[in-house]
């Protein structure tokens, strides 16, 4: 088993996924450098999801290698795995995913309090969340009261509340108008690039895409080129962490 370059803060290897015996991943391998945002484009059904369920060590692939800072994932032990998950990752669905029975906080603070944190020490920094979300106001209401935006925007605060090594966000602005998709986007890269948090976001939409340092393309459950439009630096290893990426469009082509 070769060791993953050591500057990839995840590595995945030839991953092979079937769902019910169809293909979802076929022989995909990638690396995600620390403190990037790398974007995974591609239609709907390409294997986005299935790839970021492979990389944060939800789904294990019948084929291939998922490394985590040089620590392989695909032959950790389940309760490992899992720790790995809560302690190290973050995760955004599509649609929001909140405890009904908690207030907007309380669900915020969740992951601090699995790690320990009391009730009392994890307020205030899901307050503090919560209003850079623009949705202080909202703090004491539970999901039932709020808005699918609103409840979205505190799935992000959920995930961004421990600072994760790596968040992943599946489709992450999918319920949100394009104003708040906008705004949502922006409060998650920059929080994302000032707490060092490396960022993979599946997206199909192209304005999210152009947000990403870089962008990794799936059709049909395979790697496909990405050509850069002239003008866009680099396009094989841009620097994590900055804002000249930003904005960098990028268009896939079949091979
Ligand atoms: N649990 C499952 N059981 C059966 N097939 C599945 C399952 N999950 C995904 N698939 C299939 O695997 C393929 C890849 O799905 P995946 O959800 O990874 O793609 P995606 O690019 O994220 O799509 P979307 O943008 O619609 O979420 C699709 O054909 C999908 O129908």
Redesign the pocket.
């Known amino acids: 088993m070769a060791a993953p370059p050591d500057n990839d803060v995840l590595w995945a290897r030839a991953l092979h996924v079937k ?2 015996g ?1 293909p ?1 991943l076929t022989g995909v391998s990638l690396g995600v450098r620390e403190g990037e945002i790398l974007a995974v484009s ?1 239609p ?8 970021l369920r492979c990389l944060s060590g939800q789904l294990l692939p019948q084929q291939g290698e998922v490394w985590f800072n040089s620590t392989p994932v695909h032959t950790m032990r389940p309760l490992v795995r899992e720790r790995l998950r809560r302690d190290r990752f973050g995760w955004i669905d599509p649609e929001p995913h909140l405890v009904p029975e908690l207030t907007a906080w309380e669900n915020v603070a969740l992951p601090l309090m699995l790690r320990g944190a009391s009730h009392r020490a994890a307020k205030p920094v899901a307050l503090e969340w919560l209003e850079r979300l623009d949705i202080g106001a909202c703090a004491r209401k539970r999901p039932h009261a709020l808005l699918q935006a609103e409840r979205q925007r505190v799935a992000v605060a959920r995930a961004l509340v421990s600072t994760p090594s790596v968040l992943f966000a599946d ?1 992450p602005t999918a319920p949100l108008h394009r104003a708040d998709r906008a705004h949502v986007l922006r409060t998650l890269t920059t929080a994302a690039r000032s707490h060092g948090i490396t960022v993979v976001l ?1 997206t ?1 939409d192209a304005e999210v895409a152009a947000l990403a340092d870089r962008t990794v393309s ?1 059709l049909d ?1 395979r790697r496909v080129n990405t050509v850069h439009l002239p003008g866009s630096g680099d396009p094989a290893r841009p620097k994590a962490g900055t804002t000249e990426a930003e904005g960098r469009a990028a268009c896939s082509l079949s091979v």
């Open positions: 769902h019910n169809s979802a591609g709907r059904g390409c294997g986005k999801t299935t790839l489709e599946a199909h799936l459950g």
